[in-house]
Nanobody, 114 residues
Framework: VQLVESGGGLVQPGGSLRLSCAAS????????MRWYRQAPGKERELVAT????????NYADSVKGRFTISRDNAKNTVYLQMNSLKPEDTAVYYC????????WGQGTQVTVSS
């Protein structure tokens, strides 16, 4: 089983990034997918969730209206489009698969700074 995140980096406040998480080794379309983040010295925080077929999404209040989670089950990939980024969005972002079992990616760093 693998979850491989990509797309992180350094961006200025107000900018955008698109994170991707490529999954393999399990039945991707049977799992809810989630993005979490963890900032230095803080607990891991649930950012966004998408249902197995993509019909339902949920967001943390802190990112609602700025972030969009989506998935492509044909490509076994989940995305997180992040717009209007703020310095407080700086964190390591983790992909999570939630179903019969739970799987985690290794994380990708997002830094929002001028």
């Amino acid at each position: 089983v693998q979850l491989v995140e990509s797309g992180g980096g350094l961006v200025q406040p107000g900018g955008s990034l698109r994170l991707s998480c490529a999954a393999s080794g399990f039945t991707f379309s049977s799992y809810f997918m989630r993005w979490y983040r963890q900032a230095p010295g803080k607990e891991r925080e649930l950012v966004a969730t998408i249902s197995s077929l993509g019909g339902s999404t949920n967001y943390a209040d802190s990112v609602k209206g700025r972030f969009t989670i989506s998935r492509d089950n044909a490509k076994n990939t989940v995305y997180l489009q992040m717009n209007s980024l703020k310095p407080e969005d700086t964190a390591v972002y983790y992909c999570n698969a939630w179903g019969v079992k739970v799987y985690w990616g290794q994380g990708t760093q997002v830094t929002v700074s001028s």
